[in-house]
């Protein structure tokens, strides 16, 4: 899943997919975070692709050059001051 913001087709001349939109922040990158399954450790995890500005996740601060963070059922991720809530079923 990627959390970033979308560009409109006609601001750019490349169309990106995202799966959590967050348009109207500047500080949100086009792709911000990555959050995937880790098979080998069977746990999800965050990982931050922005160059520029860090992602939180609970009280933790991860930029682009950090290893992926593991994500628990309640996990808060903040993103450019918005901020989301990771849940197990």
């Not at 169309?15 to 975070?33: F, L, M």
Request: hydrophobic share 35%; aromatic share 10%.
């Amino acid at each position: 899943m990627i959390i970033g913001r979308k560009c409109l087709p006609y601001l750019s001349r490349y169309e990106w997919e995202v799966d959590v939109d967050i348009q109207g922040n500047d500080k949100v990158s086009k792709q911000h975070v990555l959050v995937v399954y880790n098979f080998d450790k069977s746990s999800f995890e965050a990982i931050c692709l922005s160059t520029k500005n860090p992602i939180r996740v609970n009280s933790k601060v991860l930029s682009s050059s950090d290893k992926p963070c593991v994500l628990y059922d309640d996990s808060r991720i903040e993103v450019a001051g918005q901020i989301f809530h990771f849940l197990l079923p």
